[in-house]
Each structure stands twice: as C-alpha cells, then as structure tokens.
C-alpha cells in the first residue's frame, strides 16, 4: 500500500489550525469578560469597604448611592453573562466555519473528461473501469469514476456526436480533453475544442489525451501546448507522439488499446481467454496473421516466410490487399474467434509500430509477437516503448527471418506450459492498466493546480 504522507500532513495541519483557534477565541472571551484583572477588583473592593467603616454618617447620607452601586453590579452580572453567550457563539461559530472549510477541502474535485476520440470509451472503460450508459438513445454517453483512495477526484465522462462545444458545462473548473487528429481533417476538429478553452471563463486546468498521426510529427499541437496562459493545457497523454514530445514530465505515451470503433469487445470472458486447464489440448492454431499486406512492406516478406517455412500449415492467415475501416459484426465476431484459438498472434508494423492488435490479442489470451522496428522513423521515439518499459510479456522481434526458429521451440511446450503464459499474459494486462489508471490521476494531482 502506497504511503499516506500527503494525508498525515493535512491531519496534523487541521489540528494545528484548530488549536491556534480554540486559543484565539478563549483570549476573546476572557478579555470580553474580565476586562479588569480579578486581583485589581478585589483591592478596589476593600478599598471601599474600608473607606465605608471609618465614616458611617456617610453611610446614610449615601443610602441611594449603595443601592446603585447593587443595580450596578447586578447589571454587571448580566453582562458577564451576555458576554459568555457571545463569547460561546464566537467559539461555536470558528468551530462551525473551520468544520465547512475542511469538509470542503476533502471533498471531491469534479473534473470532466469530455471525448471526441474512438479511444475514449478504452479510456473510460478499460482503464478508469467505468461503464458508459447511452443517454437519449446513444446520441451521447456518460458515466463516472473516480481514482484510487489516495486521490480525491470524481470523473464525469461525456462522449459520442452529442457532446459538441455549445452544450458542454460553462462553469467547468478541470476538464480532460481525449480527441484524434490522425488527419488533416480530425485536426481541424481538434482545433475548434481547443480554441473553446480561453472562452470558459472558470477554466483552470485542461489535460489532453491525444489519438495524434501515426508519423509522430503533430506540429500543429505546439502553439497549443506552448500558449499554456490562454489554453492552460498541464499535461498531455498521447498516441503516436515521437522523440519531439515525450518527455514523461508533460507529455507521456499512451496505450492505443482495442479498436472499439471495429465492434471489437472491450474485454472477455478470463476463462474464455485462459481455457480449461484438463483437456491436455494446445489451442487449434499455433499463430494467426490478420492483416492487410502491402506491397514491399515486411508484413509481404512475413507471409513468404510463413509459406516457405511451412508454418502456414500450422497457423491461421487472412491476408487481405485492402485495408478496411469497419468491420461488420460477423467478422468482427470471426476475428476475435481465431485469436482465442491462437496460441501467438503475429503482428507486423503498419503505418506505425503501436497497433490495436497487440491489445486485442491480449484479451484473447494470445501472445503477441510483436516486430520490434521504430515505424515511422520520424517518431525517433519507440512507438511501443511503454509496453516495453512495463514488461510486457511478448514477444519482440526485430526481424522475421527469426519466426521460424521462434515458432518451432514455442511448438515443443505442453498444453500446462501454454496456459500458464496465458494466465500470465491476462495477469500483466490487469495489472497494465491499473498501473495507468494511476499514472493518469498521479499526473493530473500533480500537474493540475490550485487543487487545494
């Protein structure tokens, strides 16, 4: 369990306040109520009292005085006693005051979390663990969620055609943006949320989580990012940012996940993913290719190999010569099932190294085998450097001349042994993830301000 320093310390603050106002008000009250020190009243008493016995005419002739004097000290009476009533509220009413200020500070801090990007619902689902409920019959979307107990933010997430600049709240405070510019088009787009900002007059704080272009290059991003006075943007998480952005102080990488938009589920079932452990029986392919091959690519060279190495026999291959953007429910339907019967899914660089197959095949219980190549070299940054520095259990290769040798000793392990890395592979993804869920609300706790 994480420390809890950050709590202690606002403990031993709250008592620190609360007695230097406890002593404050109790130097009130005396003051209002003993004016006079008690010794000092007490000489002038005497001082009375003896002056009254040495002349006793005096006495008399003075009767109407002394009663005075009793009325007096009667209304004196009264006045201590008003002044202890005062002095009581003044107590109740600091206590109740320094009560309301902290409630206040340990409530919750809203933060909205408004997307335009197919990555949201990964975003909200996968990682914050939320489900997202259709609002108005799936114009829009909506849920909460919140971060671990060590952090006090209360997410609200909007998402889907509906939420659009002119019906978002005016008086958010904290919002995170999640928005896709991986065209000249989406930019365009991005750009009208991003010059909505300087327009909410109660904006303190943006974080961006950024599906940006698959060349890492983004240089419309950096007027933006630069300009933090009118737009106020304290971090950046981002897909596809190369050496120019990363620098895992205000601008991290972020994992693609799976392609939602494709009808591909966000989870399944663990013991559909990890099979049964008493059938003795290997998984009916050994690997799957799923892909679109273009020409001269390495993905070209990948199929060859297969082919001439006679592994094609042995692994399931769907090589298409046309990339499509939608997949209908039954092929979606049939591509999540090869995975599940696939022991490796072998995935070869597209357009960029990072790919929604890496994520799709962990969720089938199905190692990556993963070409290790930075694509495009303009990113300078590995696109895959996150899965890399969290351990990931694949497979990394750096070039396919390689995957027969792979594949042959990967053949000779028993069915126990297979299931074992798959129930490791599920075990590292949940822990994958949480590990971003807090990576997301460590950032914005820090890089947010005036959160106090």
């Known amino acids: 369990m994480a420390p809890r320093t950050p709590q202690i310390a606002r403990g031993c603050g709250l008592v620190l306040v609360i007695a230097v ?33 040495s002349e006793p005419v005096v006495v008399t002739q003075h009767h109407n005085s002394h009663i005075n004097n009793h009325i007096a000290v009667n209304n004196n009476d009264n006045d201590n006693k008003q002044n202890r009533e005062n002095g009581k509220n003044i107590l109740v009413n600091e ?58 933010f209360k997410f609200t997430y909007r998402g889907g055609q509906g939420v659009i600049p002119q019906k978002v709240p005016k008086d958010t405070k904290h919002v995170v943006l999640i928005l896709q510019a991986r065209s000249d088009v989406q930019a365009s787009e991005v750009r009208v949320w991003l010059d909505l900002i300087p327009s909410l007059p109660n904006v303190e704080n943006v974080g961006v989580v950024l599906l940006a272009e698959e060349g890492c290059e983004n240089l419309w991003f950096k007027s933006y990012l630069e300009n933090t006075q009118s737009f106020k943007i304290r971090f950046v998480f981002m897909v596809y940012g190369g050496k120019d952005w990363i620098d ?97 899914t072998l995935s070869p660089i597209g357009q960029n190294t990072e790919c929604y197959r890496h994520y799709e095949a962990i969720v089938a219980g199905s190692i990556p085998i993963v070409e290790d190549v930075i694509q495009p070299e303009s990113c300078g940054t590995n696109p895959i450097q996150l899965l890399k520095d969290h351990n990931a259990p694949f497979i990394f290769i750096k070039s396919w001349d390689d995957l027969p040798t792979i594949l042959k000793h990967e053949m000779r392990r028993t069915p126990l042994e297979m ?23 460590n950032t914005l706790s820090v890089n947010f301000n005036h959160l106090d």
């Not at 020190?37 to 005497?46: C, F, H, I, L, V």
Request: glycine share 4%; hydrophobic share 35%.
């Open 21 to 53: 106002v406890v002593c404050n008000v109790l130097i009130l009250v005396q003051w209002r109520l003993y004016g006079m020190p008690k010794n000092a009243r007490s000489s002038e008493m005497k001082r009375s009292s003896s002056k009254s016995e």
């Open 95 to 152: 206590w109740k005051s320094l009560l309301a200020k902290e409630e206040e500070r340990d409530s919750p801090i809203s933060v909205e979390i408004w997307s335009k990007a197919s990555i949201g619902e990964y975003f909200q689902e996968s990682i914050m663990g939320s489900v997202i409920e259709p609002k108005l019959n799936g114009v829009w979307f909506r849920s909460e969620s919140t971060c671990t107990s060590d952090h006090k």
């Open 419 to 441: 299931h074992e890395r798959r129930r490791s592979l599920l075990d590292w993804y949940e822990t994958f993830k949480l590990q971003m869920k807090n990576r997301f609300c």
């Open 248 to 344: 895992n102080k205000r601008v991290f990488q972020w994992p693609l996940g799976v392609a939602t938009y494709r009808k591909f589920p966000q989870s399944i079932s663990r013991f559909d993913a990890l099979g049964p452990t008493t059938t003795g029986l290997r998984r009916k392919y050994l690997c799957n290719l799923q892909a679109t091959i273009y020409e001269g690519s390495s993905r070209e060279k990948l199929l060859s190999i297969l082919r001439q190495s006679g592994l094609d026999k042995h692994c399931f291959i769907n090589a298409r010569t046309r990339w499509l953007a939608h997949e209908t429910v039954q092929t979606a339907e049939e591509y999540k099932n090869i995975l599940l019967q696939s022991d490796f």
